[in-house]
């Protein structure tokens, strides 16, 4: 168990549809990532947060946008679902905001698109 | 721009027999290499890391890994595999901002 919590376990929605996805970072951890990882094209980088603050921007889609609130939890929010959207979501934290600290995976949110 | 190589998509291997997974990764700078693995609907789990010194890592579970400059290279090795380390393996390097993974290695292992 590395600490880090992610709800829901699974999601099926239909295309069009918006979804929540939500992150609990290990305790102390001040940053928080977010991972899509699908079939076609591996384990791709999203978005950070350190304390509150956006700190750095993958590949993520303008229908895509998350945030971190003050307890530090954060949430991944989906838009105008699409087939292509179906993936699992891995959220990680990481005490530090540097890529050289470890980051710790939580146990993913498995997105299905209808 | 950082990436990350895994040459082989797939390997299966006895256990008790020796275990190499090879990276290649680009990089302009000093790179933090990391080892990451994916047991089945798991999330990843850190195996090793690589900042700077002694090129050969130890990490958790038996495995090490050895830094190669002149290479580009990153592989991990364990002398002899167990069953439970059937699981999927990533390669990550790790550059101003961001973790870029390569593709993965799936990892067999047969009694």
Same mark, same amino acid.
């Given at each position: $168990?590395?600490?880090? /919590?992610?709800?829901?376990?699974?999601?099926?929605?239909?295309?069009? *549809?918006?979804?929540?996805? #939500?992150?609990?970072? #290990?305790?102390?951890?001040?940053?928080?990532?977010?991972?899509?990882?699908?079939? $076609?094209?591996?384990?791709?980088?999203?978005?950070?947060?350190?304390?509150?603050?956006?700190?750095? %921007?993958?590949?993520?889609?303008?229908?895509?946008?998350?945030? *971190?609130?003050?307890?530090?939890?954060?949430?991944?929010?989906?838009?105008?679902?699409?087939?292509?959207?179906?993936?699992? =979501?891995?959220?990680?934290?990481?005490?530090?905001?540097?890529? =050289?600290?470890?980051?710790?995976?939580?146990?993913?949110? #498995?997105? /299905?698109?209808? | 721009? *950082?990436?990350?190589?895994?040459? $082989?998509?797939?390997? /299966?291997?006895?256990?008790?027999?020796? &275990?190499?997974?090879?990276?290649?990764?680009?990089?302009?700078?000093?790179?933090? &290499?990391?080892? =990451?693995?994916?047991?089945?609907?798991?999330?990843?789990?850190?195996?090793? %890391? =690589?900042?700077?010194? $002694? /090129?050969?890592?130890?990490?958790?579970?038996?495995?090490?890994?050895?830094?190669?400059?002149?290479?580009?290279?990153?592989?991990?090795? %364990?002398?002899?595999?167990?069953?439970?380390?059937?699981?999927?393996?990533?390669?990550?390097?790790?550059?101003?901002?961001?973790?870029?993974?390569?593709?993965?290695?799936?990892?067999?292992? #047969?009694?």
């Amino acid at each position: $168990d590395s600490g880090v /919590t992610q709800t829901p376990k699974h999601l099926i929605t239909a295309t069009g *549809q918006r979804v929540t996805l #939500r992150c609990s970072p #290990r305790s102390g951890d001040l940053s928080v990532y977010w991972y899509q990882q699908s079939l $076609d094209q591996g384990l791709q980088f999203l978005i950070q947060y350190y304390n509150g603050e956006e700190r750095a %921007k993958g590949n993520i889609l303008e229908r895509f946008s998350a945030q *971190q609130f003050p307890d530090l939890h954060s949430e991944l929010n989906l838009s105008s679902l699409e087939l292509g959207d179906s993936a699992l =979501y891995f959220c990680a934290s990481s005490v530090g905001r540097e890529t =050289y600290n470890e980051q710790f995976f939580g146990p993913g949110t #498995r997105l /299905t698109v209808l | 721009a *950082q990436s990350v190589t895994q040459p $082989d998509i797939h390997i /299966t291997v006895s256990e008790g027999a020796s &275990l190499e997974l090879r990276c290649n990764y680009s990089y302009g700078a000093t790179p933090y &290499l990391f080892w =990451y693995v994916q047991s089945p609907g798991q999330g990843l789990q850190l195996l090793l %890391k =690589y900042f700077s010194g $002694d /090129t050969l890592v130890q990490g958790i579970k038996g495995f090490e890994a050895e830094f190669k400059r002149s290479q580009s290279s990153f592989n991990l090795r %364990k002398p002899s595999v167990h069953w439970s380390d059937a699981a999927e393996y990533f390669c990550a390097v790790g550059g101003d901002y961001k973790l870029s993974f390569g593709a993965g290695t799936t990892v067999t292992v #047969r009694a």
